[in-house]
């Protein structure tokens, strides 16, 4: 009886938000639906009054990710390139925030309506900054693409490296010719690795670069 009303008490919601946070404690390949079900205090059949499957809480909580990020047309005085620039960064923090988040994110099967209209607004605004229906889109989808697969290497590499990054540097400087001398380990020593803030907004900045001469071209 006592597990029937807690399970009475459930809503999506906080299913998803507990989903979330058993995700940070596991992993995504520790998050089960009997976990999440003794997570919340009921069976697990109790959940399927909420969410079908397992890949529709994955949908779910991917959804969350990608609204917590703050999705929407640029301000009046924002500029398309501040806005873009804006919207990856809050996008990769929101990624960040959860451990698996990017993998989580890049499975997704579905997003929700509200997530769908929301993005519709985007590009209806880039449509108005004189981009072309199909330039917004994959302008978009392609900053969305890196944004995904550079967060989804920067969990990867805190997952699999637990030794120090000079260990790494000189392991690497001990395959070249030119040991640690050699072309490959002066930039990553001066640029502190693959990784980071810099080698993201390198990325960033030549994509919406592109994307500029892009637009010129379509004007």
Known sequence: MGESKRGAGLTRQTVIDTALR????????????????????????ALYWHLRNKQELFDGMADAIVLAAGMGPPRDDESWQDWLARRARAYRDSLLAHRDGARLVSNAANLSPETVRMFDEELTAMVGRGFTPVLALRTITALTRYVNGYV??????????????????????????????????AALRESGGSFGEDAFEHGLQALIDGTATALARTT
Do not use: F, Y
């Open 22 to 45: 058993l995700l940070d404690e596991v992993g995504l390949d520790g998050l089960t639906v009997r976990r999440l079900a003794s997570e919340l205090g009921v069976q697990s059949p």
């Open 152 to 185: 989804l290497q920067e969990q990867s590499e805190r997952r699999e490296h637990s030794d120090a990054p000079a260990d790494r540097l000189a392991a690497l400087g001990g395959l070249l010719d030119g040991g640690m001398e050699a072309t490959l380990i």
